[in-house]
């Protein structure tokens, strides 16, 4: 990135609206823009959050930004953290801090008014930019050629950035995946391989976060197979499956689709036990849980399948599981089979399964009623039977059919055993 292109993407970052509200309602003190706003404005990536650093104390933000008709919220007043909402916008505040002591997960502070020291304490050399009100940036650490050389490097000695907290080796892989390019740092690395033990003290919350970034990034492919053949993914409590994971990925690319849990699934769903423990070790929630629950249901009927399942099977998964499990299900079929991710057969299923409605059943357990089969268990599995024959016959809708299969449920029925 030449100064000119850099100049430009900055003046874009400081033109909006709110930042400069809020430059002004600090004004007196020293304020910068500083860490992944600066970093992807000259990247030219999207800016989801602004994170701004200054000299001045928590209480005297608070009070300035009161005075100027802020909302303040003590979002981390322990470390010197406010949130300043206005118009909508919300902006990190923090106070500069130095590192007193730290335990790998937890660090206690002291303010400070050096922003050179504030960013040396910061983890890559990337994200420890940043840029003031008049547009000046600043780089302590080399940022500005890492970004150029789209490098994930470690400020300073990487074993002691990562002794200071454990969550960045996968933050290390997570940046290597989402910005990085070429082989991966090489001392940041070997660092991460040498501590990672430290996995294990962060909370299940941090690693099914983080886990699930690395999975959205572009490069997760190649990022994961890396962390896979040095020993990092033992977390998951899963054996990886990279391979299939790789393959997942470029039909999510070609669909132009970001689906961080299918990739979660390819890479270590094996059976439906298996969601269970990675909800569990990745502290996912309810609903994601379901849904690998039921992918992997469907993934079990269709295990081993070399081409897609003919028409009928897909209109079961359809029925059983519904439209969103059938299509993961069969995802990872196709990634399985090793078929390419435009194979047009699998392209054909998927299509089925996106526009085909589920079949709905023509009868009810009042069908069976009025031909004299009793409430209760036996009711029940007469449906149950019932619902297996139309299933078997083709999900027919016609009424002689559907009669007949309701018939012969309920002759069926009346041979099963009674229960003891």
Same mark, same amino acid.
């Given at each position: 990135m030449t100064p000119e292109n850099s100049q430009q993407a900055i003046k874009k970052?400081? /033109? #909006?609206? &709110?930042? %400069?509200k809020l430059f002004k309602a600090l004004e007196g003190e020293e304020v910068r823009v500083v860490g992944g706003a600066v970093r992807n404005a000259l990247l030219g990536e999207e800016?989801?959050?602004?994170?701004? &650093?200054?000299?001045?104390?928590?209480?005297?933000? /608070?009070? %300035?930004?009161?005075?100027?008709?802020?909302? $303040? $919220? @003590?979002?981390?007043? +322990?470390?010197?953290? !406010?949130?300043? $909402?206005? +118009?909508?916008?919300?902006?990190e505040v923090t106070s500069l801090r130095e590192d007193v002591e730290t335990d790998g997960r937890r660090a206690k502070v002291r303010f400070g008014r050096d922003f050179a020291a504030d960013a040396l304490r910061r983890d890559f050399t990337v994200n420890a930019l940043s840029v003031d009100a008049n547009g000046r940036l600043y780089d302590y650490t080399g940022g500005l050629d890492d970004l150029a050389a789209r490098r994930i490097r470690f400020i300073g000695e990487p074993e002691k950035r990562i002794s200071e907290d454990f969550l960045r080796i996968l933050r290390f892989f997570r940046f290597s995946a989402s910005y990085g390019d070429g082989p991966l740092d090489a001392?940041?690395?070997?660092?991460?391989?040498?501590? #990672?033990?430290?996995?294990?003290? !962060?909370?299940?919350?941090?690693?099914?976060?983080?886990? !699930?970034?690395?999975? /959205?990034? %572009?490069? &997760?492919?190649?990022?994961?197979?890396?962390?896979?053949?040095?020993?990092?993914l033992s977390y998951l409590r899963v054996a990886p499956w990279p391979a299939r994971m790789r393959r997942v990925a470029a039909t999510l690319t070609l669909r132009k689709?970001?689906?961080?849990?299918? $990739?979660?699934?390819? !890479?270590a769903l094996h059976s439906e036990a298996d969601a269970d423990r990675l909800a569990d070790g990745l502290r996912l929630s309810n609903a994601q849980k379901r849904r690998l629950s039921a992918m992997a249901r469907v993934c079990s009927a269709w295990h081993g399948a070399?081409?897609?399942?003919?028409? %009928?099977?897909?209109?079961?998964?359809?029925?059983?599981?519904?439209?969103?499990?059938?299509?993961?299900?069969?995802?990872?079929?196709?990634?399985?089979?090793?078929? /390419?991710?435009? +194979? @047009?057969?699998?392209? #054909?299923? +998927?299509?089925?399964? #996106?526009d085909t409605p589920a079949p709905k059943p023509p009868f009810a357990a009042s069908d069976l009623i009025a031909r004299g089969v009793a409430q209760g268990a036996g009711l029940g599995d007469a449906l149950k039977h019932l619902q297996s024959l139309w299933i078997r016959a083709g999900f027919p809708q016609d009424p002689q059919v559907v009669a007949r299969l309701i018939d012969e449920a309920r002759d069926e029925s009346r041979w099963t055993p009674p229960r003891h």
């Amino acid at each position: 990135m030449t100064p000119e292109n850099s100049q430009q993407a900055i003046k874009k970052l400081l /033109a #909006r609206a &709110a930042l %400069k509200k809020l430059f002004k309602a600090l004004e007196g003190e020293e304020v910068r823009v500083v860490g992944g706003a600066v970093r992807n404005a000259l990247l030219g990536e999207e800016i989801s959050d602004i994170d701004i &650093a200054t000299a001045a104390l928590p209480q005297t933000i /608070a009070e %300035k930004a009161g005075k100027a008709g802020l909302r $303040v $919220v @003590p979002t981390g007043i +322990d470390h010197g953290t !406010l949130t300043l $909402v206005f +118009d909508g916008t919300h902006f990190e505040v923090t106070s500069l801090r130095e590192d007193v002591e730290t335990d790998g997960r937890r660090a206690k502070v002291r303010f400070g008014r050096d922003f050179a020291a504030d960013a040396l304490r910061r983890d890559f050399t990337v994200n420890a930019l940043s840029v003031d009100a008049n547009g000046r940036l600043y780089d302590y650490t080399g940022g500005l050629d890492d970004l150029a050389a789209r490098r994930i490097r470690f400020i300073g000695e990487p074993e002691k950035r990562i002794s200071e907290d454990f969550l960045r080796i996968l933050r290390f892989f997570r940046f290597s995946a989402s910005y990085g390019d070429g082989p991966l740092d090489a001392p940041g690395f070997e660092a991460c391989i040498a501590l #990672r033990g430290g996995i294990a003290t !962060l909370s299940r919350e941090r690693l099914g976060a983080e886990t !699930l970034k690395i999975l /959205a990034a %572009k490069r &997760a492919a190649f990022v994961i197979e890396t962390m896979a053949g040095a020993g990092l993914l033992s977390y998951l409590r899963v054996a990886p499956w990279p391979a299939r994971m790789r393959r997942v990925a470029a039909t999510l690319t070609l669909r132009k689709i970001s689906d961080p849990l299918l $990739v979660l699934a390819a !890479l270590a769903l094996h059976s439906e036990a298996d969601a269970d423990r990675l909800a569990d070790g990745l502290r996912l929630s309810n609903a994601q849980k379901r849904r690998l629950s039921a992918m992997a249901r469907v993934c079990s009927a269709w295990h081993g399948a070399a081409a897609p399942p003919e028409t %009928k099977l897909l209109r079961e998964a359809l029925f059983s599981h519904g439209a969103p499990a059938a299509r993961d299900g069969l995802t990872l079929i196709q990634a399985e089979s090793g078929s /390419a991710p435009d +194979d @047009p057969d699998f392209l #054909r299923a +998927d299509a089925f399964l #996106r526009d085909t409605p589920a079949p709905k059943p023509p009868f009810a357990a009042s069908d069976l009623i009025a031909r004299g089969v009793a409430q209760g268990a036996g009711l029940g599995d007469a449906l149950k039977h019932l619902q297996s024959l139309w299933i078997r016959a083709g999900f027919p809708q016609d009424p002689q059919v559907v009669a007949r299969l309701i018939d012969e449920a309920r002759d069926e029925s009346r041979w099963t055993p009674p229960r003891h």
